[in-house]
């Protein structure tokens, strides 16, 4: 790609902010990463082809981009730890005695979110 065109700094920016959150992701328990580094590479593939190559390169993050760019599979691993961090920030919403209308609200969220990642392929079929 060559240029700067607006579109492709605004695909840059959203990349940048989604690795940010990422990486923001890595010590918070509650914010997941995988999410934000497969938008990252998203964001990456429309604006910047070396940050793309870098993330599918990266011996952490490459194999669940990867994975979800071939395959559309989270790994078993993955689902567990995005059940298990929906299910604490619940808890803690709980714990927080929060209105029973956000609770509600954020279980619903949270059911169907954790439903879908569930519900897709743990990986190639080998």
Partial sequence: MTGWTPA????????LAALLLALVGVALPLLPTTP?????AACFAQSSPRLHDWLLGHRVFGPAIRDWRDHRAIPRKGKIAAVIAMAAAFGLSVALRLAPWVLVAQGTALAVMAGWIVTRPSGPRT
């Fill in 8 to 15: 492709r700094a605004l695909w840059f920016a959203g990349g």
């Fill in 36 to 40: 934000f580094v497969i938008l990252a």
